[in-house]
């Protein structure tokens, strides 16, 4: 590997063991008396001296606050910057849980292709279950945790992080820093457009009013760090180093191992109370890299339970992604995400424009994809019920594949029972268009309708 990339995964390294910050104003259950005393106070056995931050001392019972800003609320992106007054170590406890019921049909005009039987059903529930904790003025810890999914359903972590909102330390010219930066670090789901803001994940699909992602559904999780610095009329830069994998990995193979890049670049301003303006830019890059999973990191599952499958997969019951489509970019990825977003009254409406190429580590050139996405979202009765539609189409060369088309038209609806209680419908129909004559996808088509309940805390 070249030195410069080992100094920068070295970096990375120290960064990644870094603190973080983002409060949350959700409801407080005390544990037991005492619950709401302030953090230790200086030692007093010594006379003159103060205590240390490492020191035994008496420990009260640490208030447990209900509700994790990993759940996330409708139409938030990046969490507002925090950092007020801290009155001792504080828990935060989330969760989430998902169920599906779906009743879809699947054709194809592949020769010799035997489609799988599939029935109207319920799908397999998913469940996450998220940890915070407050460690000091503007530093919070997060772990994050899927308690069943569709791939695993087993329990087992997504990530976990830090995010620092005010500095550690009291020095003015920092303090001032502070004001306007945001650090994160550790293995968490990296800030790569604003798409993955309103995707499902797992159990917690409450902030996607549809029930399934984008057909290029950018998202995953790797080792790293990002600095956001806000700066004046809602606008904002981000800037992170990561270590171009979904997991830690120290052993040596054929393709080198080098950092991947991200940035991006926006403003998200208030405009009046009727009117809401976002509009960011983002970028992904990755020189090479054993196993890039930009567009396959989600090790979850898609929504849609059997679609685009023959009697053999449906049977084996490994496939987990159906209805999405990965450009196998492993090695090699340059992707671009821009996003405008706008809510006007009622009205909401976000845009997905991306372009990506990149290859495998086997693969002599460079292959490109593209994506276009519109969501047009009506809210009514204070939010508490929605209607919307999404038309969403990708492009490009796949592995031995050329001019490939997906199109997904979605019209939904949803009833918020409470803000943490959901439950939505949506009538879906993607076609493919110009695969081989023996792939499955050659002239299918797959169409239906899914419910799903959500609860989010």
Known sequence: MKPLNRALLSTLAVLAAAPL????????????????APAAAADTTTPGKTASILAPTAMAPVPVVVGSPAAGAIGEFEPAKQGGEFNGLQLQIGGAFAQTWQSLDHE???????????????????ANLNLGAQLARGIRVDLESYMASRHHNEFWVKGGFATIDASPFDVPVLNRIMEYTTIRAGHMEINYGDAHFRRSDNGNTIRNPFIENYVLDAFTTEIGAEV?????????????????????????????????????????????PLLRLRLTGSLYSAESSPAVTLYGGDRTGSRYWGVMEDTTSLKAGTAFTNGRVNPGFSNEITARQINPYVEFGNLELFGVIEWASGKAAAAEERREINQLAGDVVYRLFNDRVYVGGRWNQVKGDFAGQENLTVTRTAISAGWFLTRNLLTKAEFVQQDYDGFAATDIRNGGQFRGIAIEGVIAF
């Open 228 to 272: 956001m610095v806000r700066g004046p009329f809602g606008s904002f830069v981000m800037g992170g180093v990561t270590s171009g994998e979904n997991k830690g990995n120290v052993k040596e193979g054929a393709v080198d191992a080098s950092p991947a890049f991200l940035g991006k670049l926006g403003f998200d301003r208030q405009v009046s």
């Open 108 to 126: 194809t005009g592949a020769a010799n292709v035997a489609m799988g039987n599939i029935r109207p059903g319920f799908n397999l529930a998913s």
């Open 21 to 36: 910050a983002a409060q949350t104003d959700r409801l407080a259950v005390n544990t037991g008396p005492g619950a709401d």
